[in-house]
């Protein structure tokens, strides 16, 4: 039985993103209207993380949504730096988004 493919959402990119802009946490947070300390705990896992908030980051950094996913078929279970979502749901999301 062929394993399905699922997306996985990479917290390192959402730091990795902000910083080869040159942009600082407080930066964006004013840029969203969100509070000191917003941006530390979704780039750490502390909070979760809305589609709408990838987008609106997606959008200041200048990058394209999927930049923040990997598909893999390898079991994601044993990595806290990742938010796994199927492959319908992602679909899902970048239509979304394009539609934008």
Do not use: H
């Not at 399905?4 to 964006?28: E, I, M, N, P």
């Amino acid at each position: 039985m062929q394993e399905s493919c699922k997306w996985k959402f990479d917290l390192s990119k959402l730091r990795l993103a902000r910083t080869q802009k040159g942009l600082s946490q407080g930066v964006v947070e004013d840029a969203l209207d969100k509070t000191k300390g917003w941006l530390s705990r979704k780039e750490n896992g502390l909070s979760p993380i809305t589609i709408d908030e990838i987008e609106r980051l997606s959008n200041i950094y200048g990058i394209d949504v999927a930049y923040f996913f990997s598909s893999s078929v390898e079991d994601s279970s044993k990595s806290t730096n990742y938010v796994v979502i199927n492959e319908e749901e992602f679909k899902s999301l970048i239509k979304e988004v394009a539609c934008k």
